[in-house]
């Protein structure tokens, strides 16, 4: 899944899903950022206009149809999201406008969001972490605005052929895999195989190799 935008101004949104070689464009227009899940599924998009407040338009079907986002006042000029789309990240720029510019935070695809004001501060650009636990800020003029969450990944089990397969998405801060055949506070050891990054979905992957016996397996911070 890609996402284009032509250099003019307002901006018309073209997506492809096939690397590039074929393109159409999007049912949403004037737009001036858009942010996309590591799957292609949802995407945010941010309207060029400023002035009154941008509007910002939310996909859950890789980009086929759109909806704008009308609840809790959200306006954007700026956006970005998690590799699962859950998490996002929206940013107001009223420069000069004589309003605030707040910033907004939806961790269930846009369902709810929360904010913050800033008096004096706008936002030119944000970014969000794989796992949407780290959250970016740039103002205008200078500086960069950080919100650390505590991150709580997810691990992910599968059998494949013999073997078995873990994985979670890359956290913003270090996990290690650990195991134990019992549930004992003393009996757990780091997990040897090293984690693999899967650059496609932006997950970690442990292949344990004919397990045998049970074991149980958790991620632990540093």
Known sequence: MMVGLDAANPAPLAIST?????WQDATVAGVYCVGCSADGATMIATSFRRNPASPVFISKDSGVSWTQVTNSGVAAYTAANSSDGKTIIAAENATGLGRESPIFVSHDSAANWSSNSFQNISWVSVACS?????LLAA??????YKLQITPAPILSSVVVGTNLLLSWTVPSMSFILEQSPILSPGSWQAVAVEP???YSNLEYQVTIPNP???MFYRLVSQ
């Open 18 to 22: 096939n690397w590039g070689m074929n």
């Open 196 to 198: 693999v990054l899967d």
């Open 139 to 144: 103002a205008s003029g200078g500086g960069i």
């Open 212 to 214: 045998q016996g049970i």
């Open 130 to 134: 794989a796992d949407g636990s780290t």
